[in-house]
């Protein structure tokens, strides 16, 4: 069982800048493909932003020029670097872990990390 956890969100002003974290468990980090995704209250949860195994990168429209995704295969971590932050970024944040093992897929969720953008 992978586990998946996240760090780092908070409470930040308008044009301010967070950096999300996300520590998976195990010894598949390094084949996964990682995402960050998003959800506001009465919204539903949308894709932020995905790095492949390989580190190709992939973004949603509202965040593309002010997020970036990285990862650290060493430190089983996924980064979401989030700059000129707005108050429609408010949402909570969470980490997704997706991999494929002898055939068979399997997606992983961490309990989430709120990020509140306000004055």
């Known amino acids: 069982q992978v586990q998946v956890v996240e760090s780092g969100g908070g409470l930040v002003q308008p044009g301010g800048s967070l950096t999300l974290s996300c520590v998976a468990s195990?010894?598949?980090?390094?084949?996964?493909?990682m995402g960050w995704y998003r959800q506001a209250p009465g919204n539903q949860r949308e894709l932020v932003a995905a790095?492949?195994?390989?580190?190709?990168?992939n973004y949603a429209d509202s965040v593309k020029g002010r997020f970036t995704i990285s990862r650290d295969n060493a430190r089983n971590t996924v980064y979401l670097q989030m700059n000129s932050l707005k108050p429609e970024d408010t949402a909570d944040y969470y980490c997704?872990?997706?991999?494929?093992?002898?055939?068979?897929?399997?997606?992983?969720w961490g309990q989430g990390t709120q990020v509140t953008v306000s004055s």
């Open positions: 790095i492949t195994s390989g580190s190709k990168t």
């Open positions: 195990g010894n598949m980090f390094s084949r996964s493909n």
């Open positions: 997704n872990l997706k991999m494929a093992w002898i055939g068979i897929d399997y997606e992983y």
